[in-house]
């Protein structure tokens, strides 16, 4: 697996700290069409996938 900037994206990491964060929300939002974060969720094993879907409430790329 490509190491993909997502893994330890600053914005990501303010939607863990605080999801409803101005930076937080925004990221969220973000990742519905990055294509950065598409590459880096689809190269992922399924467990990690689904473990991701659940956390962050994401239903693309199914």
Same mark, same amino acid.
């Given at each position: 697996?490509? @190491?993909?900037? =997502?893994?330890? =994206?600053? /914005?990501?990491?303010?939607?863990?700290? @605080?999801?409803?964060?101005?930076?937080?929300?925004?990221?969220?939002?973000?990742? @519905? /069409? =990055?294509?950065?974060?598409?590459?880096?969720?689809?190269?992922?094993?399924? $467990?990690?996938?689904? $473990?991701?879907? $659940?956390?962050?409430?994401?239903?693309?790329?199914?």
């Amino acid at each position: 697996m490509a @190491n993909y900037a =997502c893994e330890n =994206c600053k /914005f990501r990491a303010k939607y863990d700290q @605080n999801p409803k964060s101005l930076l937080g929300r925004f990221w969220r939002w973000h990742i @519905n /069409f =990055c294509p950065g974060w598409k590459a880096y969720f689809t190269s992922l094993p399924d $467990e990690k996938k689904a $473990e991701l879907r $659940e956390k962050y409430k994401f239903v693309k790329y199914q």
